[in-house]
């Protein structure tokens, strides 16, 4: 594609739509694009790039006229933009096909997918990738704090990135991930997620299998291995791989994991772990990150690492120095005593991971876990009951209302009530608030030194990252000797 073109991205602001801008411009392309509204991360991100977001979308931000026109997946019919482009024939594709076409030819293309823990494991792979020196150029899902991006082009030969079971454009309902063709894939797990576009596991589960079945004989898979004594945890992801054509590998705690996780210690400021391979001790590793989740995510990172030939050594150094993904267990703020994390919430299993986690990390504290159901999954009640069991894990639930319910048919949407009943009979205080603010107001009022607050949301939420703190400053305090003084006495 000749350098000097105008593209325009609509739906700029989605963390994959972000990366792919920089990416364009990185490779000399005039970028622009437009979004409904944009926050932090990707609003600061694109700004550093210095790459323009119209605000709302409207036709007029379709001139002067592109010469090509790239669709993210949120973007539908009715749309002004898209409306216009289809009027007057403007050129257009979707993110996969822009990359498969523009960045991914001649790469060895290394694949992250699952259910959850993309994101994180992306990262992972792609700093020890870096950290060896073997130059990778990766997309992920997110901001890697160890880069300062979610992007970057190199030379080297492979290409690393985060594998989306979500469909790719309003013209396109296949899967983003089976435009990649992978040499190699990282699977970490496979249950129903996703609920505006597919309609049961089934679904979800033939849409991995397509991806499996993209691999070549020559490629590699690394695949978790939920196993408890006889039983696997996972049958969803096995029933993936029974048609393989290339090796898999397992990884997990189960002795018969190629890739074996031991000795998990948690500490208060880091994790330490082994792994055995082939039931053979292979290496230590350590990192600052809490939970047995990002253990699992470190293991599958470091398994593929060793099989594109990095040593072991170097990828436990590279582990150790791993930050994080912002909005994933990111302390935002410590104002008199309590903490403020910000976890980048979907799916009740994420978030009993992230609450498990925390527990942890933060042994004794009282735990807060503030929800708002802003995900295509999470605002509808299919996994209702599984959203209970996951919220119980922590001290005091309070739930925002639902993210734009209007656009959740009453028959599916999310119970709230219901939602809280069942938490309160799991022994856990539980409260609906109506918005952000309300919830402020609420933990103004209650938090005390030594509480953590787990606020969870895959948006902005109403502003409650900067919200909550900034009246922390001029509470908390006063309500602290407050609750201290009602003690003594």
Known sequence: MDK?????????????????????????FQVTGSDAGAYPPMSDF??????????????????????????????????????????????????????????LRGKEVLVVAGTHGKTTTTSMLSWI??????????????????FGSSFHLGEGRHFIIEGDEYDTAFFDKGPKFLHYFPAAVILTSVEFDHADIYKDLDAVETAFKRLVNLLPRRGRIIAFDGVTGLASESPSLDRCLQKAFCPVERYGCAE????????????????????LRNGRAWMDFEFALAGEHNVWNATAAAALASSCGIPKEEIAAALKGFKSVKRRLQVRAQVNGVT????????????????????????????WAILEPRSNTLRRRVLQADLARSLALADEVVVAGVFRSEAVP?????????????????????????????????????????????ILSNGGFGGIYEKLP??????TGSAMNSVNAAGKR
């Open 340 to 367: 403020i994390i910000d976890d980048f919430a979907h799916h009740p299993t994420a978030i009993a991971e992230t609450l498990k986690a925390l527990r942890g990390r933060y042994p004794g504290s009282r735990l």
């Open 129 to 146: 990738f870096h950290s060896a020196g073997v130059q990778p150029s990766f997309l992920i899902g997110g901001i890697a704090e160890n």
């Open 256 to 275: 018969r994991s190629a890739w074996c996780a031991s000795n998990l210690c948690f500490h208060p400021e880091r994790t330490s772990w082994s792994v």
């Open 4 to 28: 000097k073109k105008h593209i325009h991205l609509i739906g700029i602001c989605g963390t994959a739509m972000a990366a792919l801008a920089g990416m364009l411009k990185q490779r000399g």
């Open 46 to 103: 694109l700004a550093e790039l210095g790459i323009p977001v119209a605000q709302p979308f409207d036709a007029k931000n379709l001139s002067p006229c592109p010469d090509l026109v790239v669709v993210g997946n949120a973007i539908s019919r009715g749309n002004p933009e898209l409306e216009q482009l289809l009027d007057r024939r403007i050129p257009f594709c979707s993110l996969p096909q822009l990359l498969h076409d523009e960045l």
């Open 410 to 454: 009453a028959n599916e949407r999310l119970e709230l009530p219901e939602l809280a009943a069942d938490i309160q009979k799991r022994g856990r205080r539980a409260r609906l608030a109506a918005d952000a603010d309300a919830i402020v107001e609420i933990l103004s009022s209650e938090l005390r030194n030594g509480d953590v607050v787990a």
């Open 470 to 475: 900034a009246r922390l400053k001029t509470t």
